[in-house]
């Protein structure tokens, strides 16, 4: 048949004479992207006192709730012409900002340098490495005993010596606040009629400033409660030395001035442990640690909350990741043996 050798279909150009089709724009390549992000469910958890629902942030694309700013901030830097084919996105992480952002980068086709600590799961830190040619750990503490200042010096480091960088700046980017608001929040409000108290995790605070904002405008009686681990300082506790990734920080967020928060719950590790195993043993749930952390002072408030009359609240709170990373540490009784 005429035209067709190996490898060309019929009714296509010659070998040789075929014209390549232009890769769509950055912006396109981000809606493509963004299309991958659905709605994540919300499921009752059986509960004294209390209407309980979980909502399952671990069934976003890369696995936690960190998907929805790591997309946000990327699709809101092309629009602007920040970021382009030549840029090289540079960001500190625990871990799920920055596996987000190497499946995300790597599917838009731009570069991505994550800088990591010692406390990162080896399951974040082998798939960073998979997934990027270049990933930077830092090994010092800072001076509150966390990594996260040593992080944030070497980020500033390679965005003054790697050409075209962009930092994507998770703790003090408004977009991250945004995606939250638009998103995450957006499906809160359209799957819950009314809402009496939310349970958030905070970090860089992107999550529950955007969430308490526009869950504030729709359920203007909702109670926010942002829940933090001891020896964090975000809310003012006395520095220590923590071991769960994901809740938690040695500054305070600049994101957080956005948040309207109403009660703050500090919750010690040992306790987000055992919260931990009862998400999976009593409620099938394999969350991670900051999912535990956050169930413990839902727990704590029960009684509290069983208080208020016959009326029986609706709670929802987040499970931000998945447990299986956590299995050698949170979910390990030699390594939960440590934790004061
Ligand atoms: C597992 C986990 N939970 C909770 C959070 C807190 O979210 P935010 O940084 O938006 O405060 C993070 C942030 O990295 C996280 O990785």
């Known amino acids: 048949m005429p035209g067709t050798g190996p490898g060309v279909l019929p009714g296509t150009a010659p070998a040789g004479r075929r014209t390549r089709r232009p890769r769509p724009s950055l912006v396109t390549r981000l809606e493509q992207l963004g299309k991958t992000l659905r709605p994540t ?3 009752p958890l059986a509960m004294e006192h209390m209407n309980l629902f979980a909502k399952l942030e671990y069934v976003n694309p890369v696995g936690s709730i960190k998907d929805r700013p790591a997309y946000w901030i990327l699709k809101r830097a092309a629009e602007r012409r920040e970021i382009c084919d030549e840029t090289t996105v540079i960001e500190s ?16 086709g731009l570069r991505f340098i994550p800088v990591i600590d010692p ?7 082998s798939f960073l490495r998979r997934t990027c040619s270049t990933v930077v750990k830092v090994e010092d503490r800072d001076d509150t005993g966390g990594f996260l200042k040593t992080r944030l010096q070497m980020v500033k480091y390679l965005c003054d010596t790697t050409p075209n960088a962009y930092w994507t700046n998770q703790y003090g980017n408004p977009d991250a606040v945004e995606a939250h608001y638009e998103l995450t929040a957006g499906e809160i409000c359209a799957d ?7 349970f958030i995790g905070v970090s860089t605070g992107g999550t529950i400033a955007g969430l308490s904002r526009r869950l504030k405008e729709r359920y203007p009686k909702v109670r926010i409660i942002a829940v933090d681990t001891q020896g964090s300082v975000i809310f ?3 520095p220590r030395k923590r071991h769960i990734p994901g809740v938690g920080s040695s500054i305070v967020p600049p994101l957080l001035s956005h948040a309207r928060i109403d ?5 010690p590790e040992r306790e987000a442990v055992a919260a931990c195993r009862e998400l999976l ?7 991670g640690g900051s999912s535990g952390t956050v169930f413990a002072a839902v727990k704590r408030y029960a009684t509290k909350l069983g208080r208020g009359g016959p009326k029986r609240p609706t ?3 987040v499970c931000a990741d998945r447990g299986t990373p956590y299995l050698d540490t949170v979910f390990d009784p030699t390594w939960t043996a440590q934790l004061e």
């Open 315 to 317: 709670v929802l709170f």
């Open 281 to 287: 043993l009593t409620h099938g749930l394999f969350a």
């Open 119 to 125: 406390n990162i799961s080896s399951t974040y830190e």
């Open 236 to 238: 003012g506790d006395t």
């Open 263 to 267: 009660d703050v719950v500090l919750i």
């Open 93 to 108: 992480s625990s871990g799920n900002f920055a596996s987000a952002l190497a499946a995300f980068t790597r599917l838009i």
């Open 41 to 43: 469910p919300h499921v």
């Open 192 to 198: 819950f009629a009314s809402l009496d108290h939310v």
